[in-house]
């Protein structure tokens, strides 16, 4: 399926019905958080063309739309558009990540998050939420991030309902990751399963986290003359510390935006970057 395709059936008609996992297993609350996020649309790109729209690519890496500065948690929305006559053609792979949530105890939402495994070449031993890169069976981005979240920790797509997608972010690694968030009814129905080879730890956090001082820390850094704030989030959790940053903390205060209706109590600093016509598809990348 195309990725015009794609985007049209981004979140499937099953999983997002309300009467389907929601009817017996989940609170009043969790219901209303799936209606509010079924309404939600991610901020307009400027027009582009045709051409780049069917590649699924943000458009002003094209010359004609938005586009994330790779890796430091910045969404595409975030950017401005260049010249297209100025620009080589830039065509990021693509790639999802769940935000699965569910109701704690306390009645708070909590996210699901995992420690990669200290032996993957790329990100090890980083938080990260599951995902990664679309293969050719995935009808979209939800089937992309529920597989990979099932192949990473054993969550069961059949139990999840995919309610909302977020605007696209953009790694340092040339991926263009969306974030699928997905709302997890019966959190005693997911039995986790690490995947050794992928997965040191699996743990949860609550989500509201992510809009508040308290743990938080921020580092500025340049990138093309611009400055720019890389967020850290402590978290200790049975005796475990972990460290939530970069492109994850920035996945996270958009979502937790989302979710709470509210902006963050730091300053996210979201800079506009403005790629210069030489730049190359290899030459944007940004160290974190």
């Known amino acids: 399926m195309n990725s015009a395709l794609r985007r049209r059936a981004s979140i499937p008609m099953a999983a997002t019905d309300p009467h389907n996992l929601f009817a017996a297993d989940s609170s009043d609350r969790l219901r209303r958080l799936a209606q509010q996020l079924r309404l939600y649309k991610p901020p307009p790109s400027p027009p582009s063309s045709s051409d780049d729209e069917s ?16 890796g430091i948690g910045v969404p595409e929305s975030a950017a401005t558009p260049i010249t297209r006559s100025k620009v080589t053609r830039f065509r990021p792979k693509r790639a999802a990540v769940l935000i699965c949530l569910y109701e704690g105890e306390s009645g708070e939402f909590r996210v699901i998050l995992t420690k990669r495994s200290s032996n993957l070449s790329t990100h090890s031993g980083e938080v990260s939420l599951p995902g990664g890169k679309a293969e050719e069976g995935d009808v979209d981005d939800a089937a992309t991030a529920t597989r990979e979240a099932k192949e990473e920790i054993g969550l069961d797509p059949s139990i999840v309902t995919v309610v909302s997608v ?68 402590d978290y200790e959790t049975e005796d475990k510390k972990f460290l939530i940053w970069g492109l994850t903390a920035g996945i996270l205060i958009r979502a937790a935006s989302v979710v709470y209706q509210r902006p963050p109590a730091f300053l996210e600093q979201n800079p506009i970057f403005k790629i210069p016509g030489n730049i190359t598809g290899l030459g944007i990348m940004c160290k974190v």
Do not use: T
Not at 55 to 70: E, L, Q
Not at 167 to 179: C, D, G, I, T
Not at 190 to 210: C, G, R, T, W
């Open 55 to 70: 590649d699924g690519v943000s458009a002003a890496a094209a010359g004609g739309g938005n586009r994330s500065i790779p």
């Open 166 to 233: 977020l605007e696209p972010f953009l790694s340092k690694h040339l991926l263009r990751v969306v974030p699928v968030i997905g709302l997890l009814p019966n959190k005693q129905a997911f039995q986790p399963v690490a995947n050794a080879a992928e997965v040191d730890a699996i743990f949860d956090a609550p989500l509201e986290m992510f809009l508040k001082d308290e743990n938080h820390r921020s580092e500025e850094r340049e990138w093309m003359g611009m400055h720019y704030v890389v967020h850290y989030f």
